[in-house]
């Protein structure tokens, strides 16, 4: 390759080359520091020093897509969620926290490494089943399951504990006024008596059949909700250790090998519990012994001799560093005492108990070591199935045929969105994150090399279609269009007639005559609170919202899932002085929990003031697989890139 080079540079088209690149110097001009400190960031938010790449965005974003999919059930695609202002919510948020944590650090509330690690060290996550405690190798593994490094989860605990100190500064001792939380209390006790009657959809025809154009105007009025996401139909090779066979024969030969191996690890030492005092002199170690010998305490014989006692409590021979004194004091019986001449000086022993050891026999470890020979053998025979795969796919066979030359057998998947979800929005088992993410880095009859699932299995997959983001056809979608776009009619009609009652009953007419003409009857609930409002099963969150927004003798409106209802606020009437005086101790403690909430607000608000913060909002789209804004467009309206669905409503 090298030679290539040098005859490449000798060439009139590298000549060339390169007077067109000096040309362009002295065109546009060349800084020595651009060239020197290039400044490359694909950063989407930066505050301050502080930075969040592409990767940590799109993490954000798809957490809080599946809690609102929960919340809601419904089925959000990053389109929905763009339209909706749901990624620039999320950057935001992003964007304050890390404007906050970087506010922190230039005041100097930063919490030390030891800190950090002695928090760590508590979570009971990373303890270690056997031992119950905090075990490095499990802390960096669950680490890894989750898709983060140590760097990047101390990272967050730094921040995490910088705003817990900052917050304890600010809040400690901090409660709301008494007169708060009495109007609270009034606020809380009020009630309120309410008059209503309901209008049924039979009460209004049916509206008619909606025409194409009536349908597709409905369609481009909800083309967000509606767009597909984009849909991938793959092809997958897996080559996984439950594939091979899972009782091959087992050399024993093989299974004695390990067990003699392994036997010292396997088996239990014995231990003992010794007492080893240090002597001087000859006659230091005969008064020692003598002491001992007459149950003296051991620590009071070895400070009458200058020295200080060691105990090994329970140890094996190997935990006593001297060998000569080991030695010694595993040859001398319980209760017995022992003068050693040892490589570290002369010591006394004194051997208080001995627990005996166990050795294992190879009868009680052969299952145990006959599934790890199997372990390794089926991980040996994964091995040999992708290297007989690669050699194929690396010499111009397709995954599929390559796939039947190693023998394995592929998988059809699709069509499947890059979150996992088939056409009905239904997850497809089987997929990983990993299996995604290198699906939807490859072009339509792109395949990828073998890759590395973890667990000892491996994989390969290829895009055989891609499906971009689209609206289904019409006649796919009509029913659902058709019931929806009845509906819409249905409710304006509704609205229409309850206006006219609502209209008839400000000029003067009784809420029972209105709602005798219209064949129905006033229904009267008294002293309802905001305490058991939602008790009274019967009224709708709308209906609620209104009464406590009415003033007494208001007429309203109000929609349900049953239909239309017309209600009118009666009266009001205030608490009683008794519960008022119960209630303000009661709301005081929340209150005040709502106030700090508002305070730690204001700090974020502030530390945006303070620290430069800017967000990349094309490059957080293209993080989450959207075009990005057209800049002419955004100027004119802030509208996508074309072939892009504008805003339309979330499913309530």
Same mark, same amino acid.
Do not use: C
């Given at each position: ?40 960031? %694909? ?86 089943? !056997? ?14 399951? %989750? ?166 409590? %329970? ?92 023998? !394995? ?208 909002? %094309? ?34």
């Amino acid at each position: 390759m090298l030679s290539s080079i040098r005859v490449f540079a000798q060439s009139w088209a590298a000549r060339g080359l390169f007077v067109l690149l000096i040309i362009s110097f002295v065109v546009f001009g060349i800084g020595n520091r651009d060239l020197l400190h290039p400044k490359i960031s %694909n950063s989407v938010i930066t505050a301050g020093a502080r930075s969040i790449g592409p990767a940590e965005y799109k993490r954000a974003f798809e957490s809080y897509i599946q809690r609102l999919e929960q919340q809601m059930h419904q089925q959000i695609s990053p389109e929905l969620a763009a339209a909706n202002g749901l990624d620039q919510r999320v950057a935001q948020g992003m964007a304050s926290s890390e404007a906050f944590a970087a506010y922190l650090t230039k005041i100097g509330i930063r919490p030390s490494d030891k800190l950090i690690a002695g928090e760590i060290q508590k979570i009971p996550a990373f303890f270690d089943q !056997v031992s119950g405690r905090f075990d490095r190798n499990n802390y960096l593994k669950r680490l890894a399951d %989750n898709n983060l490094t140590a760097a990047v989860f101390e990272g967050q605990m730094r921040d995490q504990l910088s705003e817990q100190q900052a917050a304890t500064g600010l809040i400690t001792g901090l409660k709301v006024p008494r007169a708060y939380a009495a109007m609270g209390a009034i606020y809380t006790v009020e009630s309120r008596d309410l008059g209503y009657f309901s209008i049924a959809p039979a009460s209004v025809p049916q509206p008619p059949a909606p025409t194409d154009a009536q349908l597709t105007e409905l369609m481009k009025e909800n083309a967000a909700q509606l767009t597909r996401p984009e849909f991938r139909t793959l092809t997958v090779v897996k080559f996984s250790p439950s594939q091979v066979a899972a009782n091959a024969p087992i050399d024993p030969k093989e299974v004695q090998k390990r067990f003699d191996f392994r036997k010292d690890t396997l088996s239990s030492p014995e231990t003992r519990t010794v007492i080893q005092i240090p002597a001087k002199t000859p006659a230091a170690a005969t008064q020692i012994a003598q002491g001992l010998a007459k149950g003296a305490d051991a620590d009071a014989v070895a400070k009458a001799a200058g020295v200080e006692a060691i105990t090994y409590a %329970n140890k094996p021979q190997s935990a006593i560093p001297d060998k000569k004194v080991a030695a010694a004091a595993f040859a001398t019986p319980a209760g017995q005492i022992a003068t050693v001449k040892g490589d570290l000086g002369a010591a006394v022993v004194k051997v208080m108990s001995v627990t005996a050891g166990r050795s294992v026999t190879l009868e009680e470890v052969r299952p145990a070591i006959e599934a790890e020979i199997r372990k390794d053998q089926a991980s040996e025979k994964v091995y040999a199935l992708t290297q007989a795969y690669d050699d194929a796919h690396q010499g111009g066979a397709t995954l599929a045929a390559a796939a039947t030359k190693a023998g !394995v057998a592929t998988t059809a998947i699709g069509p499947v969105t890059q979150g996992g979800r088939d056409l009905t929005g239904q997850p497809v088992q089987g997929l990983t994150q990993k299996l995604m993410e290198t699906a939807w880095s490859l072009p339509a009859g792109g395949e990828s090399e073998v890759e590395d699932a973890g667990n000892g299995e491996f994989f390969a997959v290829r895009v055989e279609k891609v499906t971009p983001p689209a609206m289904p056809p019409l006649e796919e979608i009509k029913p659902m269009l058709t019931k929806a776009w009845t509906q819409q009619q249905l409710a304006k009609t509704l609205q229409a007639k309850a206006d006219g009652y609502v209209a008839r009953i400000k000029k003067g007419e009784t809420l029972a005559a209105v709602a005798a003409s219209a064949g129905s009857s006033v229904s009267e609930i008294p002293g309802i609170d905001r305490r058991n409002a939602s008790q009274n099963q019967a009224l709708g969150q709308d209906l609620l919202g209104k009464l406590f927004t009415s003033r007494p003798g208001d007429v309203f409106t109000a929609s349900d899932a049953k239909g239309y209802t017309v209600g009118k606020l009666e009266a009001v009437h205030s608490g009683d002085p008794a519960q008022l005086a119960q209630m303000v101790e009661q709301l005081r403690p929340q209150m005040s929990q709502g106030y700090l909430r508002e305070v730690g607000e204001s700090a974020h608000v502030y530390a945006r003031q303070k620290i430069k913060v800017t967000i990349d909002s %094309n490059r957080a789209r293209e993080a989450i697989g959207l075009e990005p804004i057209d800049p002419k467009a955004a100027a004119a309206g802030g509208k996508a890139a074309p072939g892009k669905p504008g805003k339309a409503p979330l499913a309530k």
